[in-house]
């Protein structure tokens, strides 16, 4: 079983950048893909970006592409998700997320099995 905590998330004028962090707990981290969704009040659960167990392979929700990076370090326990030229519409709780399964990039919320708490990030425009 894997926890994940997320952190880094806070008030930032549109424009700005903010960096998020997953920490996990346990000694899986490194088999597990892992992924980043965020949920907007009154929007379902949206898919932002994945990231296979290596690190090898990301993929990304178009609207965040060029924007958003995700990441990982393995003998960290860590996941990152690098924000910048944020946008009012990027306001959302985000989740970090692990996947089951060592090669996936899955983009929706039923592939993975373990979540976090979520961080909230808001950008005024």
């Known amino acids: 079983q894997v926890q994940l905590v997320e952190s880094g998330g806070g008030l930032v004028q549109a424009g700005g950048s903010l960096r998020l962090s997953c920490a996990a707990s346990?000694?899986?981290?490194?088999?597990?893909?892992m992924g980043w969704f965020r949920q907007a009040p009154g929007k379902e659960r949206e898919f932002v970006a994945a990231i296979t167990w290596s690190g090898g392979s990301t993929y990304y929700l178009d609207s965040v592409k060029g924007r958003f990076t995700i990441s990982r370090d393995n003998a960290k326990n860590t996941m990152y998700l690098q924000m910048n030229s944020l946008k009012a519409e990027d306001t959302a709780v985000y989740y970090c997320?692990?996947?089951?399964?060592?090669?996936?990039?899955?983009?929706?919320?039923?592939?993975?099995?373990?979540w976090g708490q979520g961080t909230q990030v808001t950008v005024s425009s």
């Open positions: 997320a692990a996947s089951p399964r060592y090669e996936f990039l899955g983009t929706r919320p039923s592939g993975y099995a373990y």
């Open positions: 346990g000694r899986t981290f490194s088999r597990h893909a």
